[in-house]
């Protein structure tokens, strides 16, 4: 029994981390989620867990958390934050992409409170110390702003997720729903048309870039219609196969977030109770 327990707990971990990834996406719950008893302990030891892919939701998590102001203090301050992500930056087994986006949540967490000065310092020394466990081969992340026609609701939202999820190379990714675009973080050698190509493989939404011109205007610049080559995210574990993940239901969970609050709450509920019984006994 207790075999088949600890079997069918990667499942739930990883579930589970994905809800709250989705509901810190809405900058609606992003407090209530930080002020919760359970949920910031619990997005903590899930940076020290096995499935690669559970630490990486964790960080999107803390990414999303970390952008409301108000949550930072709090987050740098909670016991074991910023010894966890010091771990996952240095531990050589961690991905290029997840060592990078751990770098990114620390940067931002320990220039709360700081001097402009010492922030600058700061973030200097960890940009130089991510580059060094990273390798020379990987060079400093780029951000790439998207304009995606068709992203009008929280199951578009959802599609355009999974697809960015799959692609090797990229880091985090913001949406800003009011105006269909997507701030997505990408390893520097990852080819910007990668994304649009992986957001056509939807066939209900199509990529754009957003550039600005000499004079700083903004300007929508289409992707060729040739697709790329996407290389693949690999690190899903035998156990856990594509077509039986946990993210293909979310769904149900995602269309609650922000357009019905008592969703958000139930589910910052069932993901508390989830890491109290696996961690707090």
């Known amino acids: 029994e207790k075999m088949n327990s600890a079997m069918s707990e990667e499942p739930d971990a990883l579930s589970v981390v994905n809800q709250l990834r989705d509901l810190a996406a809405d900058p609606l719950n992003r ?11 619990g997005l903590i030891l899930f940076l020290d867990h096995p499935n690669p892919q559970v630490v990486h939701s964790a960080l999107l998590a803390l990414r999303y958390l970390a952008e409301c102001r108000v949550n930072r203090e709090k987050m740098k301050s909670e ?3 910023m ?20 770098s990114e949540v620390y940067d931002v967490l320990q220039s709360s409170n700081m001097s402009d000065m010492d922030n600058a ?10 580059q060094f466990f990273l390798g020379s081969t990987n060079k400093r992340a780029k951000t790439v702003v998207l304009h995606i026609d068709g992203l009008d609701d929280s199951s578009r939202r959802n599609l355009c997720e999974e697809a960015l999820l799959k692609i090797k190379g990229v880091i985090s990714f913001t949406f800003q729903m009011a105006v269909q675009r997507c701030v997505v973080r990408i390893r520097s050698d990852l080819k910007a048309e990668a994304l649009a190509t992986a957001i056509a493989s939807t066939k209900v939404m199509k990529a754009q870039q957003v550039v600005k011109s000499e004079s700083g205007e903004e300007m929508l610049v289409p992707f060729q ?11 899903l574990p035998e156990y856990l196969p594509e077509d039986e993940s946990p993210t293909k239901e979310q769904d149900k969970a995602v269309s609650r977030v922000g357009s019905h609050p008592e969703g958000a709450a139930s589910w910052l509920s069932t993901a508390a109770n989830f890491l109290s019984r696996s961690f707090y006994w």
């Open 31 to 41: 407090r209530a989620i930080v002020q919760d008893q359970g949920c910031l302990p």
């Open 79 to 81: 016991l074991g934050m």
């Open 83 to 102: 010894l966890s992500l010091q771990n996952v930056i240095q531990k050589t087994t961690t991905p290029g992409e997840t060592k990078l986006l751990a």
């Open 121 to 130: 310092n700061e973030m200097n020394y960890r940009r130089r110390k991510a």
């Open 225 to 235: 219609d040739t697709p790329v080559e996407v290389e693949q995210n690999t690190d």
